[in-house]
């Protein structure tokens, strides 16, 4: 049983270019968030989303950031318009359901550096 | 976003003694709570989750959860260098999202 898996696993773009970033969540897991976290500094959520549907997206910039997560493939975080400052490491994590008794399994994460 | 407040240390311990780890929350109406471990350069690796107050054991971790005082804390005992690790606590919020805190930094000394 596979874990949860994003690629690439290293991204490097130049500011002003688009990243895509992807995650295919754990099977028969329906729920994925994605994190961004900086060096040295903690988890920042960004957005949930469940098949078909962004349940919170509180967490993320309003603008040049949007993910989504189709009924087939992977969910996608996509970053318009690269800036320095996006540089980060991106989780996702994946989850079977919601509700008390819910766990959170994360995938290795995409290193996004913007030259 | 939700607080989840950790103590970010550094930590440091000399190996075989007890870790103690702490962590408090701001949304009342959550129920679950976890406790993840990230090495430098990694992803967080799920190791206690915890949802009803008082202990949690498993091999040498203990969770530990007060709602009333909205505080989780992790203890690990006979600390080993391999322990050496960040340490993020997350909680579920009412809404289901996991929300983490900064986390803390510990160091077993051999």
């Known amino acids: 049983n596979a874990g949860v898996m994003q690629n690439p696993r290293h991204l490097v773009r130049r500011r002003g270019q688009e990243a895509r970033l992807r995650c295919s969540p754990m099977?028969?897991?329906?729920?994925v968030y994605w994190y961004r976290q900086l060096p040295e500094e903690g988890l920042k959520f960004m957005v949930y989303?469940?098949?078909?549907?962004?349940?919170?997206e509180s967490g993320m910039p309003k603008e040049r950031f949007s993910a989504e997560f189709p009924k087939e493939g992977p969910s996608i975080l996509r970053i318009q318009q690269v800036v320095r400052g996006d540089s980060a490491a991106y989780f996702c994590?994946?989850?079977?359901?919601?509700?008390?008794?819910?766990?959170?399994?994360f995938g290795q994460g995409t290193r996004l550096t913007v030259v | 976003q939700k607080e989840v407040e950790q103590n970010s240390g550094p930590l440091s311990v000399p190996e075989g003694a007890i870790a103690s780890l702490n962590c408090t929350y701001s949304?009342?109406?959550?129920?679950?709570f976890f406790w993840y471990r990230q090495y430098s350069g990694k992803s967080p690796e799920l190791i206690m989750s915890?949802?009803?107050?008082g202990d949690k054991e498993d091999g040498r971790f203990t969770a530990q959860l007060n709602k009333a005082s909205q505080y989780v804390s992790l203890l690990i005992r006979d600390s080993q260098p391999s322990d050496s690790a960040t340490y993020l606590c997350?909680?579920?919020?009412?809404?289901?999202?996991?929300?983490f805190g900064t986390g803390t930094s510990l160091t077993v000394i051999p």
């Open positions: 949304d009342r109406g959550s129920q679950s």
């Open positions: 994590a994946s989850s079977r359901s919601q509700g008390v008794g819910t766990e959170a399994f």
């Open positions: 915890i949802y009803s107050n």
């Open positions: 989303l469940q098949k078909e549907n962004i349940i919170d």
């Open positions: 099977k028969g897991h329906s729920h």
């Open positions: 997350a909680v579920m919020s009412t809404g289901n999202q996991f929300y």
